[in-house]
């Protein structure tokens, strides 16, 4: 297709997202992703609602210490998977959501096992994970992203504040609107390193409060870096 055939806004938006790759490599480094079992990506995507990465991360290991198997995890009394868990918060809606996603996993694949993915068509993919109970967009396409390696792309709080200020996406989006855009308008190949540096991005300059827009190097690309630069 000729450069002429193709929407204005889509070439600008497209170039736009490659500058704002390319800062945010410069700032934070190219990152490969080493995927793991998509299963635990899943579990372990559920443990991080509500709670920090040292609590999720404290949980998960906890509770792969207690169960020798995700399998004896859904066939556990409910009281132990909540006791393995208790330090990442909400433990019992927790367990309840982990041990069902279990059992209808077992059900639909024959195994406490998310290989079965591996061999549905990509759309859906993201429609059976978010068919499961307490399972919504970012955890689906985090269990994509990290599990598999597809280059579907979650919005985390941070990624959510980092967009909304370089006005990637409306700022009164809600998630689902924001998923929508992002996931159209980042490239796959570059879904995972946007992802990974943006998240730090969000931690370590563009924070909630008292962003340090003067060492950022995407502050010529941000309306929100604009408004809050002195006049002159």
Request: contains cysteine; charged residues 30%.
């Amino acid at each position: 297709m000729a450069v002429n055939d193709l929407d204005m806004d889509q070439i600008s938006s497209k170039a736009r997202i490659y500058e704002i790759w390319a800062a945010l490599r410069r700032m934070y480094g190219p990152k490969e992703n080493e995927t793991r079992d998509p299963l635990d990506v899943l579990v372990l995507t559920i443990l991080s609602q509500n709670t920090t990465d040292v609590n999720r991360d404290r949980a998960f290991k906890s509770l792969r210490a207690r169960f020798s198997s995700w399998d004896e995890v859904r066939m556990a009394d409910p009281s132990l998977v909540e006791n393995a868990i208790r330090m990442g918060g909400l433990a019992r809606i927790k367990a309840a959501r982990i041990r069902q996603a279990l059992e209808r996993i077992k059900a639909d694949f024959g195994e406490c096992s998310l290989k079965g993915l591996e061999r549905m068509a990509p759309e859906r993919r993201l429609e059976y994970l978010l068919s499961l109970d307490g399972v919504g967009d970012k955890t689906a396409r985090c269990v994509l992203l990290f599990g598999y390696g597809f280059g579907t792309f979650p919005v985390d709080t941070h990624i959510y504040r980092v967009s909304r200020r370089l006005g990637l996406i409306p700022e009164k989006a809600d998630l689902p609107l924001a998923h929508k855009i992002l996931g159209e308008m980042i490239p796959p190949h570059l879904a995972y390193e946007t992802h990974v540096n943006m998240i730090e991005h969000g931690r370590k300059r563009c924070r909630p409060r008292n962003p340090r827009c003067g060492e950022c190097e995407l502050a010529s690309l941000c309306p929100f870096s604009r408004r809050r630069a002195p006049p002159g």
